[in-house]
């Protein structure tokens, strides 16, 4: 589904300046982090669920957790004992998610909250609700998207809307929760892309994509950028 939304230029204006405001945010915040993930071992290539270590005691946030790759890291880090958050745009869905999870794991600690990843409103909601709750975050999954919808749309700050869905809410919503992630000790920021981002190149001439639109084409681009910001901030300290 497409979004359309009219601003003023005013108002367009104010948006672009509160987007600086958290992207200037995020960068100084991303100066905290460190070369610790680059120094790990490789996974084992035959690295199974089997092997992943209790989760006990660990705060999780996974967006668009309520289907697919984001579903299936709920379910997996529930029955590892993880107190799991799935982020997602649709109330029932989420309800109907969780239902599902504690049929295969009836003691799972497992919630729901409503976020608009494309609304940047939304996202700060939703990261200064989690601030006033929980005492850190251990790990945040950036795994909602969109994909190469057909048609060009807009977000309600006026963006693209995938560059608004895949690009920048999750980097503001990273960049929010970051206060939370650093009262971790050792948390976890992963960030979703695909391999469409090799292909991808963006056109800055055309950020929004408003001169020529080709869906899947403005998809491997934001993927790539998505990509960088999955490189950028895997390991706060």
């Known amino acids: 589904m497409t979004h359309r939304t009219a601003t003023a230029p005013g108002g367009h204006a104010r948006h672009l300046l509160k987007l600086a405001r958290t992207l200037i945010a995020g960068v100084a915040v991303a100066g905290a982090l460190t070369a610790e993930a680059a120094n790990r071992a490789a996974p084992k290539p035959d690295w199974s669920l089997a092997d992943m270590p209790d989760q006990t005691g660990r705060i999780v946030l996974v967006t668009g957790g309520t289907s697919g790759m984001g579903y299936e890291d709920a379910l997996a880090l529930s029955?590892?004992?993880?107190?799991?958050?799935?982020?997602?745009r649709n109330a029932e869905r989420g309800q109907q998610t969780i239902e599902r999870i504690r049929e295969q794991v009836p003691d799972a600690r497992v919630q729901f909250e409503?976020?608009?990843?494309?609304?940047l409103a939304s996202v700060r909601s939703l990261a200064e609700r989690l601030q006033e709750r929980l005492p850190r975050l251990d790990v945040l999954i950036n795994n909602a998207a969109i994909m190469a919808p057909p048609e060009r749309g807009t977000s309600a700050d006026g963006h693209e809307l995938q560059l608004a869905t895949n690009y920048l809410g999750p980097f503001a919503l990273t960049a929010l929760l970051m206060p939370l992630l650093l009262e971790s000790d050792d948390a976890r920021v992963v960030s979703l892309s695909s391999i469409a981002a090799g292909r991808g190149q963006l056109?800055?001439?055309?950020?929004q994509a408003e001169q020529r639109y080709n869906p899947l084409r403005h998809l491997c681009a934001v993927q790539a950028r998505g990509a960088d910001v999955g490189h950028g901030a895997a390991t706060p300290q």
Not at 79 to 88: F, L, N, T
Not at 114 to 119: E, F, K, Q, R
Not at 203 to 207: E, R
């Open 114 to 119: 409503a976020v608009d990843l494309a609304n």
């Open 79 to 88: 029955r590892a004992g993880a107190e799991v958050i799935i982020a997602a």
């Open 203 to 207: 056109d800055f001439a055309d950020l």
